[in-house]
């Protein structure tokens, strides 16, 4: 069986991580494949509809049961493809922890709290992949604790950038230097970019 459904504010591989270890316990659920793109999750199995729709519904990302599709053959992970998830995660570790230390650096030499505050959500991002690199093929109880962990610091960083705006927007600040936060903003994107390339592919050779 094959249960789709619709997730409007699923649209980066943190949503997807959250999606898997949230599902992680339902029985029945033999694999899940994310379509990025087209905000569509598919779960693969036998499993209590209702469970399973309310379940998503709890993590507030818009979920919407779309159809359910019959005659579908489970999904199973091997070797192979934790090697493949390996390698995926330690690229787009790198590039998000690159651009952190780059964007932070450039982002308090220009005096830009945008700069600052990106370099703190590519921190997130590479958090939650490093996470991730140690929980491939792990049980799902370590995967729960470490999405929790994982949690908890991005409140952490968010309240670091509060902090920050509040203390800028109250007190007296220069204007930052507008050319180089376009051409790091321009070159965080083309990371961005890369990054979710690296993680379609993967993806699309795991669903193949």
């Given amino acids: 069986m ?8 699923m649209d980066c591989p943190c949503e997807e991580r959250l999606i ?17 793109k087209n905000r569509v999750l598919s779960v693969i199995g036998n499993c209590d509809l209702d469970n399973l729709t309310s379940t998503l519904d709890s993590l507030n990302l818009g979920s919407t049961f779309v159809k359910l599709e019959k005659g579908e053959t489970a999904i199973t992970d091997s070797p192979a493809t934790d090697k493949r998830q390996r390698k995926a995660l330690w690229w787009v570790l790198a590039i998000n922890f690159s651009f952190f230390i780059i964007e932070m650096a450039t982002g308090l ?4 709290m945008g700069l600052v505050a990106d370099s703190l959500d590519m921190l997130a991002d590479a958090l939650v992949y490093g996470m991730s690199l140690a929980v491939v093929g792990a049980t799902a109880f370590k995967k729960r604790r470490v999405g929790m962990a994982s949690g908890y610091f991005q409140i952490f960083l ?19 230097d507008h050319t180089l936060m376009i051409i790091v903003s321009v070159l965080a994107l083309i990371a961005n970019a890369v990054s979710l390339v690296i993680l379609q592919r993967t993806r699309s050779k795991e669903v193949h």
């Fill in 158 to 176: 968010a309240v670091i950038g509060l902090y920050e705006v509040v203390k800028r927007f109250i007190g007296q600040e220069e204007v930052p």
């Fill in 2 to 9: 094959r249960y789709v459904y619709k997730i409007m504010k």
């Fill in 109 to 112: 030499i220009s005096r830009s």
């Fill in 20 to 36: 898997r270890m949230k599902l992680e316990d339902i029985p029945g659920i033999d694999g899940l494949e994310f379509d990025l």
